[in-house]
């Protein structure tokens, strides 16, 4: 299996510009999750997919950013407009047999940078 | 709110020696999961080793080892005959319910 695949790796934007990044989870897992990392928070949970479904959005940090996981081997993040404050390494994570113990596969992130 | 504390920002061990990298955890759960993630140069996030909560006895994987002690929310990862390539973040996490929670990273460095 080719593993949580993102793209695109590296995205350079100007501030109020529309960003999207993309995240196939690997074939059979039905959870998948966004992360954020940064220096000064860590990585951050901003929202989980449960066979497709939003269960928990909260960590969305506001209106600017929406999800969308329109099929089991898809999902989006799109944030507009940017902000230079959401420049932040973008991790998509999946793991099998929904909302279980089991460990999370990630990505190898989106390092995202708004000017 | 279930929270996850690394108290060690840097961490440095000999080659060949060994290092113990500390996490306490926070929750009023019984039923619960934690990991240790690895985030090397390359950015990819590995799993290095999980704990049920549920078990007494302690995970092991080759040179990585926990000690989990449950009544104290303690979950220390230790790393034995380390390498070189060992060098890197590692992330301690918990996983509860719908929650996931972690914590704020020690960077290891591996002295040749």
């Known amino acids: 299996d080719a593993g949580v695949i993102q793209s695109p790796r590296h995205e350079v934007t100007e501030m109020g510009q529309e960003v999207t990044l993309r995240c196939k989870p690997i074939s059979g897992h039905n959870s998948l999750f966004w992360y954020r990392q940064t220096m000064m928070r860590g990585l951050e949970l901003l929202i989980y997919?449960?066979?497709?479904?939003?269960?928990?959005d909260s960590g969305m940090p506001e209106d600017r950013f929406s999800a969308k996981m329109p099929n089991a081997s898809f999902s989006t993040l799109k944030i507009q407009p940017s902000e230079p404050r959401d420049s932040a390494v973008y991790f998509c994570?999946?793991?099998?047999?929904?909302?279980?113990?089991?460990?999370?596969?990630f990505g190898p992130g989106t390092r995202l940078t708004v000017l | 709110a279930q929270t996850v504390t690394q108290s060690q920002p840097e961490m440095s061990v000999q080659e060949a020696e060994t290092v113990t990298l500390s996490c306490t955890y926070d929750?009023?759960?019984?039923?619960?999961?934690l990991f240790w993630y690895k985030q090397p140069p390359s950015r990819q996030m590995i799993l290095v080793i999980r704990?049920?909560?549920?078990?007494?006895q302690n995970a092991t994987e080759n040179r990585f080892s926990v000690n989990f002690q449950k009544a104290a929310k303690s979950f220390s990862l230790k790393i034995s005959d380390s390498q070189l390539g060992d060098a890197a973040m590692y992330f301690c996490a918990s996983h509860t319910g719908n929650q996931f929670y972690f914590g704020t990273g020690t960077s290891l460095t591996v002295i040749p």
């Open positions: 997919f449960n066979n497709n479904v939003p269960i928990d």
């Open positions: 704990q049920e909560a549920y078990k007494q």
């Open positions: 994570a999946s793991s099998p047999f929904g909302v279980s113990y089991n460990e999370q596969f």
């Open positions: 929750t009023s759960e019984s039923d619960y999961y």
